[in-house]
């Protein structure tokens, strides 16, 4: 009885009923996701590993010059989250809708 529990439950863990899995999005050689992507139905995707462009190149090395203020930076950030999304196939509407409810925020 025990077995055949057992081999009941091997083939529901192997069946098309299975979860999707995640889809991540980045450098294939880098172990750090730029997004993962939930499967259909949870429309949610999580976005990591976002940093500031370099504005002035010539700036000492980690100064405010080199990457700008702070609003400089998160404006930069932004803009990466947004070519992320844009590279997992959101929509331009999905993008504009998350930009108005981030300026609602105060999230510029």
């Not at 009885?1 to 899995?21: D, K, W, Y």
């Not at 990591?48 to 400089?72: H, K, L, R, Y």
């Not at 070519?83 to 997992?88: E, N, P, S, T």
């Amino acid at each position: 009885m025990q077995r055949g529990f057992a081999l009941l439950l091997l083939g529901l863990a192997a069946s098309p009923l299975q979860a999707e899995a995640a889809k991540r999005i980045g450098a294939p050689d880098s172990p750090i996701s730029a997004s993962v992507e939930l499967p259909a139905g949870s429309h949610l995707i999580y976005v990591s590993g976002q940093v500031p462009d370099v504005i002035n190149p010539a700036a000492p090395e980690g100064s405010v010059d080199q990457f700008g203020d702070t609003e400089a930076q998160t404006r930069s950030v932004i803009r990466k989250i947004e070519g992320v999304l844009f590279k997992g196939k959101r929509t331009a509407d999905e993008a504009r809708r998350k930009a108005k409810q981030m300026r609602k925020a105060g999230i510029r």
